[in-house]
């Protein structure tokens, strides 16, 4: 079976720190690969995702960037946090079929001060 | 470009009772999925159901059934006999067949069952 993996639970940073959260995908290759960042407990709003290694795509142009560099490794990045940051940010995966629905990773809590 | 619309922000209801929560979409395609997720305190999503527009029969799940109106662009969720557990943000989602393989979510609604 399938795992996503979504570390750390919890981050405190400064404004103007760099950021890098981690998410890995296990039981399956090739997967799509998501970040959502969700803002004081509301809607999803999808930041990046990719559908292979070195296919990223961006839907929000922001303070943060998105890299993938092994199969089943999304990394969400930024250089100088904002406070406008903070939020829950989730990472998903879900296999290349349109019906396959997502799998969440437990996300993690962004506090910038 | 699709959209998402969940017109309730907040539901309340007492346990054992029905509830329905509404979502709208906007598409000029005609080919697509619908999914609706729970996230409950613990901010898990939860896959509840999911509907294939082509086809015609609804969706059920246990107690979670749908009610899609594909010529209104309407997918509305029905929690029968609701529990303490159902507690929880709810969030319509839809994603194209064809093109960019990514979930659109509407902005949720929070439901909450009182005993």
Redesign the interface.
């Known amino acids: 079976s399938q795992t996503i993996h979504q570390w750390p639970a919890t981050l405190v940073q400064p404004v103007g720190s760099p950021l890098s959260l981690e998410c890995t995908v296990e039981g399956t290759s090739n997967p799509n690969l998501y970040w959502y960042r969700q803002a004081a407990g509301r809607g999803l709003q999808l930041l990046f995702y990719s559908v292979g290694i070195g296919q990223i795509s961006s839907e929000v142009p922001q303070n943060l960037s998105a890299s993938r560099p092994q199969d089943r490794q999304f990394i969400l990045s930024s250089k100088k946090l904002l406070l406008s940051d903070s939020g829950f940010y989730l990472c998903a995966w879900k296999f290349s079929l349109p019906n396959s629905p997502l799998h969440f990773g437990n996300g993690t809590r962004l506090t910038v001060t | 470009a699709q959209t998402v619309t969940q017109s309730q922000p907040e539901m309340s209801v007492q346990e054992a009772e029905t509830v329905t929560l509404s979502c709208t979409y906007d598409t000029s395609e005609n080919n697509?999925?619908l999914?609706w997720?729970k996230q409950p305190p613990s901010?898990?999503?939860i896959?509840v159901i999911?509907q294939?527009a082509y086809k015609q029969q609804n969706a059920t799940e246990n107690r979670f059934s749908v009610n899609f109106q594909k010529a209104a662009k309407s997918f509305s969720l029905k929690i029968s006999d609701s529990q303490l557990g159902d507690t929880a943000?709810y969030?319509c989602?839809f994603?194209?067949?064809?093109g960019?393989?990514?979930?659109?979510?509407?902005?949720?609604t929070?439901l909450t069952i009182n005993p």
């Open positions: 697509y999925y999914f997720y901010r898990q999503m896959l999911r294939e943000m969030f989602a994603i194209l067949i064809q960019a393989q990514k979930l659109v979510f509407g902005q949720g929070r």
